[in-house]
């Protein structure tokens, strides 16, 4: 491919290895933030909502122009449907349809955030524990659909952000604490509670 074809290849690529990062940044700090977590000096002594949310965001922004940038690629040429109906695109199907799933549940999830008193917070703490899920299938993603996921630039990276988070996910699972008080809702975001990843 000329370099005018590649283009478009690797600023999705990019935007994609970024996305993963970010994700994995975002759930370590959403771990570290939680109630149903052994680290009170931390929550007190650090506000961790504010670059949790802004982790998120950029995470969400970064999988859409993961997507969407592959609407400018002729060699792969995967069109709307191809980006946003999963296993409809032909290139490596099963992972890139992983990846959508991923996708859509990161980005609805994490801007369920903006209409928790709507939904109600017991059902938003509820649903947000289902985040973790859609990280994971972004890994499997990543690791089945990337072209350069195994080369030492690209797993080294997510390592180092995704493996903090799984040790800390871990122990959320299997962490037996006291059960945390009913969150507040008038005043302020909803609290952390029980939920695995919260984005306050």
Do not use: C
């Amino acid at each position: 491919m000329s370099n005018g074809v590649h283009i478009f290849w690797i600023l999705s690529r990019g935007a994609g290895i970024a996305a993963i990062l970010f994700a994995g940044l975002s759930v370590t700090i959403g771990l570290l933030g939680s109630r149903g977590m052994p680290f009170p000096k931390l929550r007190k002594n650090f506000e961790l909502r504010p670059l949790h949310e802004a982790l998120s965001m950029a995470t969400i922004v970064l999988v859409a122009a993961h997507g969407l940038i592959l609407l400018g690629d002729p060699w792969l040429k995967p069109g709307l449907a191809g980006i946003s109906i999963p296993f409809v695109m032909s290139y490596r199907s099963l992972w890139t349809g992983i990846g959508i799933i991923a996708g859509y549940g990161l980005a609805l999830l994490g801007l369920s955030y903006y209409l928790r008193r709507w939904i109600g917070p017991s059902r938003w703490r509820t649903a947000h524990r289902f985040i973790a899920i859609f990280w994971l299938l972004g890994l499997v993603h990543t690791f089945g659909a990337g072209t350069d996921a195994f080369q030492p630039w690209v797993w080294i990276p997510v390592a180092l952000t995704s493996g903090p988070a799984l040790v800390l996910l871990i122990m959320r699972l299997t962490h037996r604490g006291s059960k945390p008080a009913a969150a507040k809702v008038a005043g302020g975001p909803a609290s952390a509670g029980t939920v695995m990843i919260d984005r306050h």
